[in-house]
């Protein structure tokens, strides 16, 4: 289990005090965060009748680290894609709409441009929520 101060951080806003002062005047609450899924009722829901067990906990420290993934990338919306079951380990996957903060496009000639057909969504692997 995590140990305290690893799920502090998980609760700490990315936000300077200028810009959190500058939303604070304007009536926000904050910097915008793109659409995260809400896996706490999708887990009692939905992913038990799949045979699927993330357990409250798991949810909740998964759905933070959605938020987080939405934050550092700048992506419009993220999502639970998956959970890979491996002998050592288990592997979480999240899927990522119009990601910004992401390196140049390196794709072959003639190939897709991101963003755009089967380049759309973007996909990341992470062995710990």
Not at 27 to 37: S, T
Not at 84 to 109: F, H
Request: aromatic share 8%; hydrophobic share 35%.
């Amino acid at each position: 289990m995590a140990g305290i101060d690893e799920l502090r951080k998980l609760f700490v806003s990315t936000t300077t005090t200028a810009a959190a002062d500058d939303d604070a005047a304007e009536g926000g609450n904050g910097p915008a965060v793109g659409l995260v899924q809400d896996l706490n009722s999708l887990n009692r829901h939905v992913f038990n009748q799949a045979g699927i067990e993330l357990g409250e906990y798991g949810a909740l420290i998964l759905q933070k680290s959605l938020k987080q993934l939405t934050q550092t990338t700048d992506a419009k919306s993220t999502r639970f894609w998956g959970k890979i079951s491996g002998t050592v380990e288990d592997y979480y996957i999240a899927e990522a709409y119009e990601p910004k903060n992401l390196p140049e496009d390196s794709r072959p000639e003639g190939g897709e441009p991101r963003l755009a057909g089967v380049n759309e969504y973007t996909y990341y692997v992470a062995n710990r929520a």
